[in-house]
């Protein structure tokens, strides 16, 4: 999980100190409590209590809190690198993720990955007039749209040759279970106010998420 936070603003929307945890109708109100010190304190508590009833869990635990999850956590694939055989483990829990839409808790079955690049389209090494020269020289710009668009189909699936190769599809159990949560693509709309889901080859809404 992660201990910092996004920016408290609009401050005068506060009922109590955002940094000051406040109890109200079992609740508690602070900044980062449900994103995601709440979560932490939670598992760190359950641990506590395991080691007092039980003497603690029949398992090595090791607990990766970070400070810098909300500006993509920069430092964290580096400490990974260095410390990788001190933190190697047979299974890797986040305890940071949303509540389902009906209220309900659940456990994620995975969480999608991020790469980022910067590309970089260079044309002339000069500026023309385009009322001069726009139809004989390349327009980086342009450029640089068909190279997006070439990346994705209309179905929504990327088409960068090998991106898929080492993707594992869902087992069915994982698909069954997925198919039990309420799913109401209309609310969902409504809430996010738009009136379409972008394109996406697989069907399953909360696949998809």
């Known amino acids: 999980g992660h201990y910092d936070v996004q920016p408290t603003e609009p401050d005068d929307e506060w009922l109590s100190p955002p940094f000051e945890p406040t109890v109200r109708d079992g609740r508690i109100y602070a900044r980062g409590a449900g994103d995601n010190k709440g979560q932490i304190v939670a598992q760190l508590m359950a641990h506590r209590a395991w080691r007092s009833a039980a003497g603690g869990p029949p398992v090595n635990l090791t607990f990766i809190v970070d400070g810098e999850e909300e500006s ?7 400490v990974i690198r260095e410390h990788g055989d001190d933190l190697a ?76 190769d080492d993707v594992h599809a869902p087992e069915e159990a994982a698909r069954a279970a997925l198919a039990e949560l309420p799913t109401d693509v209309e609310a969902f709309k409504r809430d996010h106010h738009v009136d379409r889901l972008a394109p996406s080859h697989v069907q399953d809404f909360h696949e998809r998420t």
């Not at 993509?72 to 580096?78: I, Q, V």
């Not at 007039?129 to 699936?157: F, I, T, Y």
Request: no cysteine.
């Open 72 to 78: 993509g956590s920069p430092h964290l694939p580096d």
């Open 89 to 164: 483990a047979d299974l890797v829990y986040l305890s940071d993720g949303p509540v389902h839409a009906d209220g309900r808790y659940v456990l994620s079955m995975g969480v999608r990955g991020l790469i980022a690049f910067e590309i970089e389209v260079t044309g002339a090494d000069r500026d023309y007039h385009s009322g001069h020269m726009g139809n004989l020289l390349p327009n980086p710009a342009w450029e640089l749209v068909e190279l997006l668009a070439s990346m994705r189909g209309a179905d929504g699936r990327l088409l960068i040759p090998g991106f898929y």
